[in-house]
């Protein structure tokens, strides 16, 4: 059976979870393999809304054994209130497994993102805040704090001196901020490890293994392609590899095992923070997709920046993460529109570009150039099969998925777990 890769193909908050559903019964395993807790999606079952933030979808689908892995940072509050939360609404969560091997995000890490951001000023990254970037900072410069330090008090207690012999210089000398206590760290991360202890093993021996077994393994990647540190808008991107890549790195799995790659895209574009968006609208179209779409952060609760489908970018992402299905997500949300504009290609400096350019002066400065493709009324929202959508709202998946250079097996059509109409076996 196979590993199977999940990735956001646009700036994130594409539906990834809709994909996750779908497959639902048919998966064993699902990982999250990076990011932290500066992302989460919305997941509706039936009446009930579940937002996650941390935890991979999976947790909330009876059966399914959901891992956080290597490439993931932790915020330990975080994850504990997560999963009391999901537990008090009757949710199993004994099945969460946590990789030995995953960084640990501490509150000095939480108040250097905070304060860094605000000392860049006009530069500003639009960093969530919450510790992530800080963290890889520390995993790349060998300063970093595992999941498995904490159940040896005396390793852990020589990482964290070893750690906040630099922070504290940085936060005193050039934040003037007050310095940070080894005890203060040490006490708070120990609090969590009689409770985690259970949760926590060599998660890649364990998939590597359910894998030989035949069973099926998601991986549900964080963020998206638009934001991975190496192939997104430089700098304002995630510090993690969102990409089909970074499943690898991030999970302990090799690459030659994961035999289909999931990229999720809305039906126009959205993204939060800083940085390039050449599609963005600033007028009442704007307005109609971020209300419609009801585009507001599950994590930050922050207004998201709305466009039109970008086809360049859904080009580019299926090329890089070698995408052999896409599903095209709140294809409603389009619905009573007269014409949808889709952006075929870009104008920069009076020059028509077709792919996505390599030069971060020129993707700023990129012009959309547009197609319109006619719109439809109809309340799409209880159709489950394709052949039954208006002829308008077709055409505009059938040109869609020419344009993004892979074939669209699936499209959401309403917010609901069931909402979605399934043009091609996700698995096959």
């Not at 992530?132 to 704090?145: E, F, M, Q, S, V």
């Not at 489950?384 to 993004?404: C, G, H, M, T």
Request: proline share 4%; glycine share 12%; hydrophobic share 40%.
């Amino acid at each position: 059976m196979p590993a199977i890769v999940l990735i956001g193909a646009q700036w994130g908050d594409e539906g990834k979870g809709k994909a996750t559903d779908l497959l639902g019964s048919r998966i064993d395993y699902v990982v999250k393999f990076n990011g932290g807790n500066n992302a989460g999606h919305t997941v509706v079952i039936g009446d009930q809304k579940y937002a996650l933030h941390l935890l991979p979808s999976g947790i909330l689908t009876d059966g399914v054994v959901p891992v956080i892995s290597n490439g993931v940072v932790i915020d330990l509050a975080v994850l504990f209130d997560e999963l009391d939360t999901l537990s008090s609404r009757g949710v199993d969560v004994s099945r969460l497994r946590v990789s030995a091997n995953a960084h640990v995000i501490t509150s000095y890490h939480r108040t250097l993102d905070k304060v860094t951001e605000r000392f860049l000023g006009k530069r500003q990254i639009g960093t969530t805040g919450r510790g992530i970037g800080p963290t890889y900072a520390d995993k790349i410069n060998r300063l970093g704090i595992r999941i498995q330090d904490l159940f040896d008090e005396n390793i852990l207690r020589q990482k964290v001196e070893g750690a906040l012999f630099q922070k504290n210089q940085l936060l005193t000398k050039v934040y003037n901020r007050r310095a940070v206590g080894i005890d203060e760290i040490v006490d708070d991360l120990l609090s969590y490890v009689d409770r985690l202890r259970p949760m926590v093993g060599d998660t890649a021996l364990e998939l590597n293994r359910a894998l030989d077994d035949g069973k099926t393994v998601l991986f549900e990647g964080g963020q998206a392609t638009m934001l991975d540190v190496d192939h997104g808008t430089y700098p304002f991107v995630t510090s993690s590899n969102a990409t089909s890549g970074g499943a690898a790195t991030g999970s302990g799995i090799a690459p030659n095992r994961m035999e289909r790659v999931i990229g999720v895209v809305k039906a126009y574009t959205t993204r939060v923070g800083a940085g390039p968006f050449p599609t963005e609208l600033f007028d009442e179209w704007g307005d109609f997709l971020v209300d419609n779409g009801a585009e507001f952060g599950t994590t930050t609760g922050r207004r998201r920046r709305a466009g039109w489908f970008d086809a360049p970018i859904a080009r580019y992402s299926q090329r890089i993460n070698g995408v052999t299905d896409f599903v095209l997500t709140k294809l409603d949300v389009l619905t009573g529109l007269e014409k949808i504009p889709v952006c075929v290609a870009y104008e920069v400096d009076g020059v028509r570009v077709d792919e996505m350019p390599v030069s971060q002066s020129d993707f700023h400065h990129a012009k959309p150039i547009y197609e319109d493709l006619p719109g439809w009324s109809e309340d799409i929202t209880g159709i489950r099969d394709f052949d039954d959508l208006p002829k308008n709202a077709q055409d505009y998946v059938l040109r869609i998925e020419e344009l993004s250079g892979e074939r669209i097996s699936a499209i959401g059509v309403g917010p609901g777990r069931e909402a979605i109409v399934v043009r091609h076996d996700l698995l096959g």
